[in-house]
């Protein structure tokens, strides 16, 4: 059986933008504020983040919970 490294068990900042409905700018402004906790990857010269999908999930749901739109859907 093939384990997932540490790594591929988190999502990159371009996955959760897509699944929450907002830009990267977005993302990375939630992350640094802590609003949406995520981790920073070094990889190389560049460090990228990368989130848990309890983390993105969890957002979700409270948004869904508040009575909010989920992020991405237009409002009624």
């Known amino acids: 059986m093939k384990r997932k490294s540490k ?3 988190y999502l990159s900042i ?8 907002f830009s990267i700018n977005t ?3 939630w992350a640094a504020s802590g609003y949406l ?3 920073i990857y070094h ?6 983040w990368r ?5 993105v999930l969890r957002l979700m749901a ?3 919970h508040r009575g909010k739109p989920e992020p991405g859907q237009p409002s009624q």
């Open 27 to 29: 993302i990375h402004k």
């Open 37 to 39: 906790p995520g981790l």
């Open 62 to 64: 409270e948004a869904y």
């Open 43 to 48: 990889s190389g010269r560049r460090n990228t």
């Open 51 to 55: 989130f848990s999908r309890e983390a």
């Open 14 to 21: 371009g996955t959760v933008a897509e699944m929450l409905g």
């Open 7 to 9: 790594q591929s068990a």
